[in-house]
């Protein structure tokens, strides 16, 4: 006699098949998150062979994130209009294409008119791989394909840099974008193949156009805000004052509309499930802090202790292999314990990576600057991994493909913010540090008057003297930002405990029900 849950097993995949689905949804993934951080070590040399400042570089940063942050929440509409198979096939082709004719570009203007296309490609692949992986895995396989799937999500991020840094240094910027293209198509076909069967029916439903103007209207000035703020002195600038009013507005209005509106482009009303909504928080939170100490490493290794952008690339990576056995055994604790503890475990282990870091000095080796990144790689998926199931675990089948998309979303806006509060608070906390020290200092003018004995001139001594000061305090302004990253994973660590407790079986539906598509 077969059962319901045997029918329903035969909709998934199985076998080879469920092996080629898992790494087709994976790579698809790492591909979109790599990008968001592979053109971080590039803006230089593309602003000299594109002769434009590395402040008007910026730019190809902020078009790609703007673009990507639109289309992650817009995700659950496109998959219920034109079904989530062919809208994730077509972002893969689209996204190989597009990355091509990046390379191409000969102006910044085209550069960024080309990312932004990229973003639209990209931004799809991030919540429809995940929302695919849930309904075509079977139920007793789900965990470790989510795990598979989570460590993209975690080395995406930290293999961006190494590989735009190594292939820069190697050939030029323009193959950091050309590379994708060979490893996109043949993806995108791979895809097809294996999970056109899984197609789910589509509903044509009318486009939200207010909702979606209003969505481009705050998330667009925010991320300008973001990606230029530093450089124009926050709100200190008129522009910059003008943009985070227009985000303010555009928010307020955007959740008042899509609140009321019968056919809301972004489906704000499962927040009222308590579960996910909490979900939402901890993850803005916990991933800010973790993506601010992946932001600041670099930065502390190259411009302090003068590594090389390669090697603060590796060390920065060795966290996402340290990561890579910890995934699995984060799904097995998952089947046994409560996920809250488990993520409270996890924010705790990455607080104490930050912590740790606030006792280097100058004198700091590379062995032991990675003792901290041990901590960090343990952390990432004790923190992401039950997130995930805990924010779609509750919700409806109907709702998975848009919580997905709005768990995307919120990380990937939860990243952009980070970025530019850690990079302001360093800079700031280098300048106070510095004139703290200056203010202090014993004996300054004993040790230039010795310099200048030994055969320095005045000049030079002076320079070597306020070298030494600046880099004091820059070492010491990093150890102040680190301080304050593991407060908010300490606040983070017991905010994770307002959600409810999640249903025993990991990724049900809030009635132990595995989600499946319609």
Same mark, same amino acid.
């Given at each position: 006699?077969? &059962?319901a849950d ?15 689905v898992?790494?087709v ?16 070590? @590039?803006?230089?040399?593309?602003? /000299? ?23 992650v ?13 062919r ?11 597009v990355s091509v004719?990046?390379g191409?570009?000969?102006?910044l ?8 296309m990229?973003?639209i490609c ?6 429809l791989?995940?929302?695919?992986l849930?309904?075509v895995?079977?139920k007793?396989?789900?965990?470790p ?6 460590m ?5 991020p930290?293999?961006?840099?190494v ?10 910027w ?30 044509? &439903?009318?486009?939200?156009f ?33 943009? @985070? ?20 482009i ?27 100490a ?5 930065l ?29 055994? &984060? ?27 606030i ?18 790689g343990?952390s ?5 991994i ?9 919700l ?5 493909a848009?919580g ?10 939860? /990243? ?11 800079e ?9 020290l200056?203010? &202090? ?20 001594a ?13 070492q ?8 304050e990253i593991?407060?908010?994973?300490l ?5 994770v405990?307002i ?15 595995p989600?499946?598509?319609?």
């Open positions: 006699m077969t &059962t045997d029918a329903q097993d035969k909709e998934h995949a199985h076998g080879l098949t469920l092996a080629l898992v790494l949804l994976a790579l698809a993934n790492f591909l979109a998150v790599m990008d968001i951080t592979i053109v971080n070590v @590039l803006v230089p040399q593309i602003a /000299g062979s594109l002769a434009v400042s590395s402040a008007d570089g910026t730019w190809v940063i902020t078009s790609y994130a703007v673009a990507e942050a639109i289309m929440p817009l995700t659950g509409w496109l998959a219920e209009r034109f079904g989530p198979v809208v994730f096939v077509l972002g893969i082709a689209g996204f190989g294409f004719l990046c191409l570009a000969t102006t203007p085209m550069l960024i008119a080309f990312r932004i990229l973003g990209g931004g799809p692949l991030i919540p791989s995940q929302t695919l849930l309904t895995v079977p007793k396989y789900e965990m394909a989510l795990a598979v799937w989570a993209t999500t975690i080395l995406g930290v293999a961006g840099p590989l735009g840094g190594i292939i820069t240094d190697q050939w030029s323009p193959w950091a974008f050309h590379f994708k293209l060979p490893l996109a198509i043949p993806l995108a076909i791979l895809a097809w193949y294996v999970l056109k069967k899984h197609e789910m029916p589509t509903k044509k &439903t009318p486009v939200d207010v909702g979606l103007g209003l969505l481009i209207l705050w998330v667009g000035a925010l991320q300008v805000m973001l990606g230029n703020g530093q450089n124009m002195d926050w709100f200190n600038n008129s522009f910059i004052v003008s943009l @985070l009013i227009v985000t303010i507005i555009g928010f307020i209005s955007f959740v008042i509309w899509e609140m009321t509106d019968k056919q809301p972004v489906d704000l009303r499962i927040f009222k499930n308590r579960a996910f909504s909490v979900s939402m928080f901890v993850i803005f939170l916990a991933y800010g802090a973790m993506f601010g992946v932001v600041l490493v670099p502390w290794l190259q411009n302090i202790l003068g590594y090389t952008a390669t090697q603060a690339g590796y060390n920065t990576a060795f966290a996402g292999l340290i990561s890579l056995p910890v995934a699995p055994l &984060t799904t097995k604790l998952m089947s046994k314990y409560d996920h809250r503890g488990i993520v409270m475990v996890g924010v705790l282990f990455c607080a104490a990576s930050s912590l740790s870091r006792f280097f000095n100058l004198d700091v080796t590379f062995a032991q600057s990675l003792w901290p990144q041990v901590l960090q343990i990432f998926p004790l923190i992401l039950p997130l995930m199931d805990m924010s779609v675990s509750s409806p089948v109907k709702d998975t848009a997905a998309g709005q768990f995307n979303f919120i990380r990937t806006l939860s /990243g952009a913010i980070a970025t530019a509060i850690v990079v302001a608070v360093w700031d906390a280098i300048k106070w540090n510095k004139a703290v200056a203010g &202090t200092l014993q004996h300054g003018q004993d040790l230039l008057n010795l310099m200048q004995s030994s055969g320095f001139s005045e000049g030079r002076r320079g070597l003297f306020d070298m030494a000061v600046l880099q004091q305090a820059a010491l302004g990093t150890n102040n930002a680190f301080l593991s407060v908010v994973l606040i983070t660590a017991a905010a405990w959600a409810p407790k999640p249903p025993r079986q990991a990724g049900g539906n809030g009635n132990g029900k989600p499946v598509g319609p």
